[in-house]
């Protein structure tokens, strides 16, 4: 089945400093999706990118199909935006099931 | 915006009880799905329905799971009986389209003690 690998998997910052979180998935993607998982559990959707770069404030995410990995960027990092960084991806079809990574563990420090 | 609701945020049970985790859906949203996540765990797709009928689930989605959205109401994942091992957080979600990023709920913790 697919496999999706999320690293680093724990990464320490302090705040101002850019994060680069990577994600490869060993099949073809055709839906691409990075969530927040906040350290109570609940879930956002951050941005959703199967292909090319999209940007929504500090938040940049870089796809390449071909290589079958993505990336997300945060800029200038604060100490709310600690917690889970998932990627999930869905290989096509109406059922769009994601499949997702482990995360990685984001903390920034004051 | 549109929201996906989770009813309870938190439920806690006996072992061998029947429990149902209520999702209230985005209005015209069609297709629904229900994720599992143990605590410390990947995210895993449970079952996805469409139309009234369950269109792919998982080996994760056992004999005892059963969904149902009667009558455009809440979509509803029922368990019963329960088990030690389905203590996790259950997300729900819904799109509009089944090819599109569906919109996640934020989750009803189950505890089966």
């Known amino acids: 089945g697919q496999q999706v690998q999320q690293s680093p998997s724990s990464l320490v910052l302090q705040e101002g400093e850019n994060a680069e979180l990577q994600c490869n998935f060993s099949?073809?993607?055709?839906?691409l999706q990075w969530f927040y998982q906040s350290p109570g559990g609940s879930l956002v959707s951050l941005l959703s990118?199967?292909?090319g770069t999209k940007h929504t404030g500090r938040l940049t995410s870089t796809t390449v199909t071909k290589e079958r990995r993505s990336s997300l960027h945060i800029s200038s990092s604060q100490t709310t935006d600690s917690g889970t960084y998932l990627c999930?991806?869905?290989?096509?079809?109406?059922?769009?099931?994601?499949?997702f990574g482990k995360g990685t563990l984001l903390t920034v420090t004051p | 915006g549109p929201k996906v609701l989770q009813i309870p945020s938190h439920q806690i049970i006996d072992m061998g009880q029947m429990v149902t985790l209520n999702c209230d859906p985005v209005?015209?949203?069609?297709?629904f799905y229900w994720y599992k996540q143990i605590l410390g765990q990947q995210m895993e797709f449970l079952v996805n329905f469409y139309n009234g009928k369950v269109m792919e689930k998982s080996k994760l989605f056992k004999d005892q799971f059963s969904v149902e959205r009667p009558d455009g109401s809440y979509f509803t994942l029922k368990i019963q009986p329960t088990a030690l091992e389905d203590s996790a957080v259950y997300f729900c979600a819904s799109s509009l389209v089944g090819g599109q990023a569906p919109l996640f709920g934020e989750g009803t913790r189950l505890s089966v003690l």
């Open positions: 099949s073809t993607a055709t839906q």
């Open positions: 209005s015209n949203h069609l297709y």
């Open positions: 999930a991806i869905s290989s096509g079809g109406s059922n769009y099931k994601l499949t």
């Open positions: 990118n199967p292909s």
